[in-house]
């Protein structure tokens, strides 16, 4: 029996209070409004910036459901939907692409008017399409992927390849692009280059494939747990080192070691303090520094003038520059035809139900990406 057009009853991952555990619930799922399109999730990646809703890094309102990493197919369009229709296999856009406003119309920007990272509000009243127990339930940054079923705008979801494997692509969503895109969109890794990594996580990953497959020549992973070694040399990495086993401070042994500073260098640690580092690991000529990892927006990073009489260039990077419902189904389409192997970045996959051991395994350092089937 069709269910467009009606309420679905199904289960979803809800966060009720920050500093708790989620607990899975039965949620209500409405019928798309017009430009909206609901989907039957099938695969989501954690992201560590869910984490940091859940820790009170991030403040957005609650309750809500979290996730925004996902691959789902689409049950149905409301009114107006061009782009996707049901039975299409569909990646979230957590960065929407509006395709009118200026930064969409502008070829190089993609944070697009229509962003809600610090928000949830998916319709103009200002709540979302789920509700549990009577109640609104937020849709984490308008998405909310930790659930079977959810309502998104058609401007956060593209079409994809009909033959993707959904529970492994879903991590280019977020994390993957946000890495990759850093390397080759926001720094411009040239072939021949040398650049510099900090931080080894799933993103830090992603930022040693985009190097290595711009051409980079020495690819220097830099990580204080010592775990991460092994898999940053599977993807690209030429060497790994770890700054407490130096007397010196980090940033002189690679400027040392590369005659100056290292051309590229990516703080995807999340750290504060790494980013003061990583811009003075740079070529103090022309080196660039690209600060991946999101910091609390609270926080105020501390940079020595002295870093600035000098050519380098710091700048910021969000879900890797690209235009997401242009670019992130080539690079699902890329990903199948093997111009990247997104499988060691996937250590674990668990149901839904399952959602705070992968946090807590995101939280111990335990697995790279962990993706939830639902
Ligand atoms: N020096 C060297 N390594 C360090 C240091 C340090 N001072 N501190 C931590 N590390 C290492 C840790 O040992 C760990 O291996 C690594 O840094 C971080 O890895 P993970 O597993 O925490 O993380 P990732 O790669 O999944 O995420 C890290 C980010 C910094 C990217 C993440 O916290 C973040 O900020 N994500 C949001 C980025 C973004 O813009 N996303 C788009 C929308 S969500
Ligand atoms: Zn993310
Ligand atoms: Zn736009």
Redesign the pocket.
């Known amino acids: 029996m069709s269910t467009a057009g009606k309420a679905i009853k199904c289960k979803a991952a809800v966060l009720w209070e920050t500093h708790k555990p989620f607990s899975i619930e039965e949620i209500e799922v409405a019928p798309p409004k017009a430009h909206e399109v609901r989907i039957k999730m099938v695969a989501t990646g954690v992201c560590r910036s869910d984490d940091h809703v859940i820790s009170g890094n991030f403040v957005t309102p609650l309750p809500a459901v979290l996730g925004h990493e996902g691959a789902g197919i689409v049950e149905s369009v409301g009114e107006g939907v061009t782009s996707v229709k049901p039975g299409d296999k569909v990646i979230i856009l957590c960065l929407p ?5 200026n ?2 119309l502008n070829s190089k920007n993609n944070i ?3 962003v809600r990272l610090s928000g949830t509000h998916l319709t103009s009243e200002g709540n979302s399409r789920i509700t549990c127990k009577g109640k609104i339930v937020y849709q984490y940054i308008t998405t909310g992927t930790f659930s079977e079923y959810i309502v998104i705008k058609e401007i956060s979801v593209a079409k994809i390849d009909e033959g993707a494997l959904l529970e492994k692509v879903c991590i280019i969503g977020c994390g993957f692009a946000t890495g990759f895109g850093a390397a080759i969109n926001s720094a411009k890794v040239t072939p021949g280059s040398t650049c510099a990594v900090f931080g080894l996580g799933g993103v830090g990953l992603s930022v040693i494939i985009g190097c290595k497959t711009a051409g980079a020549a020495r690819i220097i992973g830099v990580d204080t747990n010592k775990d991460r070694f092994a898999k940053a040399k599977t993807v690209g990495a030429t060497e790994c080192i770890d700054p407490r086993d130096f007397e010196k401070p980090i940033q002189k042994v690679l400027f040392d070691m590369m005659n100056g500073g290292v051309d590229f260098c990516f703080e995807v640690t999340g750290n504060p303090e790494t980013v003061e580092t990583a811009l003075a690991s740079c070529h103090k000529d022309h080196g660039v520094c690209v600060i991946v990892g999101s910091i609390a927006s609270w926080v105020q990073i501390n940079i020595s003038s002295q870093l600035f009489f000098s050519g380098r260039t710091l700048k910021g990077s969000v879900l890797g520059g690209w235009k997401t419902k242009d670019e992130i189904p080539k690079l699902v389409s890329d990903c199948m035809a093997k111009k990247f192997n997104l499988d060691p970045l996937i250590t674990h996959t668990l149901t839904l139900d399952k959602v705070n051991e992968a946090i807590q395994l995101m939280k111990n350092g335990q697995c790279i990406r962990c993706v939830l089937l639902p």
């Open positions: 692409q509006c395709g009118e406003c930064t969409c697009c008017k229509e």
